[in-house]
């Protein structure tokens, strides 16, 4: 696991023109990114999230405090929920997928499937001994969050408003806890690369400590934490449905050389058998033909896990082949 050292050991560095080039990266202005008030999503005006989300921010703050209590809990405490298989349904393990990649990155993360709760919790880790309450209750505020914001975005598309839900099939969420140690060469390394989610949404907890930065007009643009709000990364699955009038986001996580960080992603997915592809409704011959096949989406998931992060996004590999 990445640890506190004065060097980056080489296994972390990156090639020369794959590094992070941080003086390069714009920070954010309120302009950049879209910042929606989520109140009157149910009222006549609908407008724009993620203030007024309807998360209680002591929920929030209970899920962010217990992750950190975790990753403070002794190495052999957590490590006893360590696995470096993608298949499992709890894990803790490091980097990405270390079975498959040549260069680490410079993270931890704890996984857990989380819908239906019932099936899930007994895995989970049962120290801090608040651990599965606090985190339970936190998935619960996420998935009324994402089936609102899945809605939202169906209507957007001028399809009904359960559409995209309906096409999910018996729908998952898995949740992410990343933990980022200080980082004695940050410009060698990344916590994460730049990808697209794989998923449906991605609803997104940052801590205080500065760290994602997505692509905008070709530059690196840093999404600094604003207290009280969600970063909310639109996967690969609403690129395939809404037949790209919807792009998936490529974002990417930086590391620090003073400050260890979180993130907390719950990650939206459709069912394992679900069979995803465009909309039927947003084809139209001869403007709007499909752009990608249709696939279970267990097959997507598999390809995203064995192929490694990279700045080529993993639906390029679903695209019909006469686009
Ligand atoms: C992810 C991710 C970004 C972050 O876990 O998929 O993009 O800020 N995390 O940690
Ligand atoms: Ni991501």
Redesign the pocket.
């Known amino acids: 696991m990445a640890s506190s050292v004065s060097r980056v050991p080489s296994n972390f560095v990156r090639p020369i023109g794959d590094r992070p080039n941080l003086q390069d990266v714009q920070s954010c202005d309120a302009s950049s990114i879209p910042l929606i008030d989520l109140r009157d999503l149910d009222g006549p005006s609908r407008p724009d999230t993620v203030r007024n989300h309807g998360v209680e921010e002591e929920v929030v703050e209970k899920m962010v405090d217990v992750s950190r209590e975790f990753f403070r809990l002794p190495e052999s405490e957590r490590m006893k929920n360590y696995s470096d298989d993608p298949s499992k349904t709890t894990r803790l393990s490091t980097s990405f997928n270390v079975k498959t990649e040549k260069v680490s990155n410079w993270?931890d993360?704890l996984r857990l499937h989380c819908h239906p709760l019932e099936d899930f919790v007994h895995e989970w880790p049962s120290n801090p001994p608040s651990f599965r309450e606090e985190v339970g209750e936190y998935c619960r505020k996420m998935r009324g969050l994402s089936m609102r914001l899945v809605e939202a975005i169906s209507e957007s598309l001028g399809l009904e408003r359960d559409y995209i839900n309906k096409a999910l099939g018996q729908h998952g969420q898995h949740m992410?806890i990343?933990y980022?140690p200080p980082c004695p060469e940050p410009e060698l390394t990344y916590?994460?690369p730049g990808?697209a989610?794989p998923n449906v949404i991605?609803i997104?907890l940052?801590d205080r400590v500065p760290?994602?930065q997505v692509l905008k007009d070709a530059k690196w643009l840093a999404?600094n934490p604003i207290p009280n709000t969600f970063?909310v990364?639109i996967g690969d699955q609403i690129q395939v449905i809404s037949n790209n009038r919807y792009k998936s986001v490529l974002?990417?996580?930086v590391v620090n050389c003073e400050k260890e960080?979180m993130?907390i992603?719950t990650?939206y997915c459709p069912s394992p058998d679900a069979l995803i592809g465009p909309a039927p409704q947003l084809i139209v011959h001869p403007h709007h033909p499909p752009l990608y096949r249709n696939f279970p989406y267990s097959e997507y998931y598999e390809k995203f896990w064995n192929r490694g992060l990279s700045k080529e996004t993993c639906v390029d590999m679903f695209k019909l082949s006469s686009q």
Do not use: K, M
């Open positions: 993270r993360f992410a990343n980022y916590g994460l990808h989610d991605t997104l940052q760290g994602l999404v970063t990364n974002h990417r996580a960080r993130s992603p990650f």
